[in-house]
């Protein structure tokens, strides 16, 4: 930020090697993220067993899962895969 021809540096920094504090809190912050979002898509599976493939069988003998995440969300894997995603994106700082 510039203020009357003067530059104001906006980011704390912690440490005398120049690393500014929130790369480490993001860096942390998104891994946590990412992992939660991991573990989500592990637990929908573990519970969905071979029902999550597409070569199996389609329509009226499908079974509905409604156990596990699936009870909570309609698809863990897609919000795990968005919840991943997101802690990269935190990691990344974007």
């Not at 573990?46 to 509905?64: E, F, S, Y």
């Amino acid at each position: 930020i510039i203020n009357g021809g003067e530059i104001i540096d906006i980011y704390p920094r912690v440490r005398n090697d120049g690393a500014e504090a929130y790369e480490v809190v993001s860096l942390i912050t998104g891994f946590l993220v990412a992992l939660a979002g991991e573990s989500l898509r592990l637990w929908g599976v573990r519970h969905a067993g071979g029902a999550t493939r597409t070569t199996g069988q389609v329509g009226a003998g499908a079974v509905l899962i409604t156990h596990g995440p699936f009870a909570y969300v309609r698809n863990p894997l897609y919000l795990g895969n968005f919840i991943l995603s997101l802690g990269l994106c935190l990691m990344a700082k974007t």
